[in-house]
């Protein structure tokens, strides 16, 4: 079956330390996505990428960091200068990029982050 | 003003009750909407999705749209006990998607 997989579920993690979640599909989606969602608030976007290579910030990159040296891989780091890094985060993929709100997102189970 | 509002809730209403979501926006640039369903623990999962204004049916599930008044809706009907989640509105534009904060919906049995 194709879809989006995400690890590990739970991570915890002490402070000062970088960590990286893991974000990988099958469903040969051009674009990936990294979301945080926090209790109230809604899912706001940390880095998106169109193509292999190339990524671009989201409305809360600071802190973050990605890569994309695979279609199917769009691993997330956590660093230490992200400040409030405790949240449940989600990766999403569709068929085209941009961050257009024309594009369908398939979600990842996502990762629930607790820092220490 | 968030460009996007929608009540979190939590809503709690009895099984085979009709239920309304609603989720308001400000900016008439978003030409795209949806509804995401979340379970506890889950991803979200896309419900609808439609570009216009008016109805759009999917079984138990319409999603309302006025332009006019820049208001969504999600109705259900005939709830069930597994319509228990939460409910995110997504508006998108040509560059970018927003998501409500969610509404937290409980089916009692």
């Known amino acids: 079956d194709g879809g989006i997989t995400q690890s590990p579920k739970y991570l915890f993690r002490k402070e000062g330390q970088n960590v990286t979640l893991s974000c990988e599909q099958n469903l040969n989606h051009d674009a990936m996505y990294w979301y945080r969602q926090d209790p109230g608030q809604g899912l706001r976007l940390i880095y998106y990428?169109?193509?292999?290579?190339?990524?671009q910030k989201g409305d809360i990159a600071e802190g973050y960091s990605v890569s994309r040296e695979k279609k199917e891989s769009f691993p997330l780091t956590v660093t230490s200068a992200q400040k409030n890094p405790t949240a449940f985060y989600l990766c999403?993929?569709?068929?085209?990029?941009?961050?257009?709100?024309?594009?369908?997102?398939?979600f990842g189970a996502g990762s629930r982050l607790t820092v220490l | 003003q968030k460009e996007v509002e929608q009540d979190p809730g939590p809503l709690s209403v009895p099984e085979g009750a009709i239920v309304s979501l609603n989720c308001t926006y400000s900016?008439?640039?978003?030409?795209?909407f949806m509804w995401y369903r979340q379970y506890s623990r889950k991803g979200p999962e896309l419900l609808m999705y439609t570009y216009s204004s008016g109805n759009k049916e999917d079984g138990r599930f319409t999603a309302q749209v006025d332009k006019s008044s820049k208001y969504i809706s999600l109705f259900i009907r005939d709830s069930q006990p597994s319509d228990s989640a939460t409910y995110l509105c997504?508006?998108?534009?040509?560059?970018?998607?927003?998501f409500g904060s969610g509404t937290r919906l409980s089916i009692r049995p």
């Open positions: 997504a508006i998108g534009s040509a560059s970018k998607i927003i």
């Open positions: 990428s169109q193509i292999v290579n190339d990524f």
């Open positions: 900016n008439s640039a978003f030409q795209y």
């Open positions: 999403a993929s569709s068929t085209t990029g941009g961050g257009s709100g024309a594009n369908v997102l398939t």
